[in-house]
């Protein structure tokens, strides 16, 4: 019976004992975790080897500021290829943020729920701490001071280029652009601002494909001249021939793709001072008037010409009020911005280029392309009819009686057929004639002021 009463006491000790263990167990812990300061740095904190335990915030300042000051001015390296610049980034306006830091490295082990300070507390115990570096950047000063790197760095592609020689066609290869992939060399600068070792950046760049490529421009097949056309002018006519410039200027390596129909007007833009184009003589109703851009229909007949040689599709063709000079009858185009265009189609199964040559006196328009055959080709123009003009009359009561005063000679117009003529290689024999284009020009009534 004693000895059952003994082993009732043993137990029952053993028992109180575990409750005033587990009971005892917080006080013990939490005057563990309390034991150091909560603004004393924990022992195996560390901010890049530095070991801060048993400091205080104001302590480990004063510590580290000409750490953090020095690390500050030591340099970046940037590599790009071959090329390479030395950046220091207090001088971008990035420095250590010394009270960020080091609030961070006392509030480690210090801060939160209770399992959350004692879980960190033995992380810390165990295997340390390392605080990383938190920086202040100044985002305007750090692009001002990287935009040289990234200027000397940046290319822009380069499209692949037609060459003419010798009425044949060569190409000279694009080559690709590259741009600075900014976003990516800011955040790889500011990694490397915090890095003790690895100071090193490499850019990286995004390659830009030119918009011609070499094989695009391969495959367009422009091998050689198709057809062209010269037409002369008046270089004494100075700005009538700065026109003829500007205009022609405007068509100079144009390229025009199977099935595209070419704008006249699309491609040369408004004809207007604000373009470069002055006052000449243009025809308006029948008539040569002062105006800008005259010159400019010399340019689009020229083309059109082409067009005809070449045996391609005009969709849009006006002919001018009266017969010019630099071509023969029927043979002319007309444009006027907005209203009047002229615009053919591409129906060959490859592209064209337009080549542009403007001399002191002489015009010349080219299509570059796949030539067909060896048939020589060229334009006859017939004509057709003689419209004899009108005689009008105005009365004059200045006049005497019975007489009568020209004011108008007026002149015929007439109607007009161009032929496309296709012969042999040696021009001798003729292979096709088609009619490709039927014009009338209206005549101009005769005028006479005669007494009432």
């Known amino acids: 019976m004693v000895s059952m009463i003994k082993g009732y006491l043993v137990k029952f000790n053993l028992w109180l004992f575990v409750i005033l263990t587990v009971l005892a167990l917080p006080v013990t812990v939490n005057a563990y975790l309390v034991g150091a300061s909560q603004t004393t740095i924990l022992p195996g904190v560390q901010i890049h080897g530095w070991q801060l335990g048993g400091l205080t915030e104001q302590t480990a300042a004063a510590y580290l500021s ?30 250590v943020d010394t009270a960020a830091v080091l609030r961070r490295a006392v509030e480690a082990g210090n801060t939160g729920s209770f399992v959350t300070r004692w879980r960190m507390r033995h992380k810390i115990r165990n295997y340390g701490l390392e605080i990383p570096l938190i920086l202040t950047v100044n985002y305007a000063k750090l692009a001002e001071s990287l935009q040289p790197i990234v200027a000397a760095i940046e290319t822009d592609p380069v499209d692949a280029q037609f060459v003419i020689s010798e009425d044949r066609v060569s190409i000279v290869p694009s080559q690709s652009g590259v741009v600075v992939d900014y976003q990516q060399l800011e955040a790889d600068f500011l990694a490397a601002c915090r890095s003790l070792s690895h100071r090193v950046v490499e850019v990286a760049l995004i390659d830009v494909p030119p918009a011609l490529t070499t094989a695009q421009a391969e495959s367009m097949g422009i091998t050689a001249k ?56 243009v025809i308006i ?13 010399q340019v689009s007949t020229t083309l059109y010409n082409v067009v005809l040689l070449a045996d391609l599709a005009v969709t849009n063709r006006v002919a001018h009020s009266l017969p010019v000079t630099y071509v023969p009858l029927g043979q002319d185009a ?8 002229f615009q053919f189609t591409n129906t060959r199964s490859h592209h064209l280029l337009i080549d542009t040559n403007v001399t002191d006196n002489q015009l010349e328009i080219a299509f570059y392309g796949t030539p ?14 003689l419209i004899e003009p009108e005689t009008r009359t105005v009365e004059d009561p200045t006049l005497p009686p019975g007489a009568w005063k020209e004011v108008d000679a007026g002149r015929p117009g007439y109607r007009v057929e161009v032929y496309r003529v296709v012969m042999d290689e040696t021009g001798q024999r003729v292979l096709a004639s088609t009619k490709v284009e ?15």
Request: include cysteine; glycine fraction near 8%; hydrophobic fraction near 35%.
């Open 334 to 341: 007309t444009v006027a911005y907005d209203y009047i265009d």
């Open 372 to 385: 067909t055959d060896n048939h020589r080709v060229q334009l006859q123009s017939r004509l057709v009819g």
């Open 66 to 95: 000409g750490y953090f000051s020095d690390f500050a001015a030591r340099p970046v390296e940037v590599i790009a290829g071959t090329q390479s610049w030395s950046v220091i980034p207090r001088d971008c306006g990035v420095l």
């Open 438 to 452: 039927e014009t009338v020009y209206p005549p101009r009534h005769r005028v006479l002021r005669v007494a009432p």
């Open 285 to 297: 109703d029948g008539e040569l008037l002062p105006g800008i851009g005259g010159g400019v229909c």
């Open 226 to 281: 198709v057809a062209s056309y010269v037409t002369e002018f008046d270089p004494d006519d100075v700005d009538r021939s700065h026109n003829i410039l500007l205009a022609a200027q405007a068509l100079q390596n144009v390229l025009v793709a199977p099935g595209e129909t070419f704008s006249f007007n699309r491609t040369t833009g408004p004809r207007s001072a604000r373009y470069g184009y002055r006052p000449a003589p």
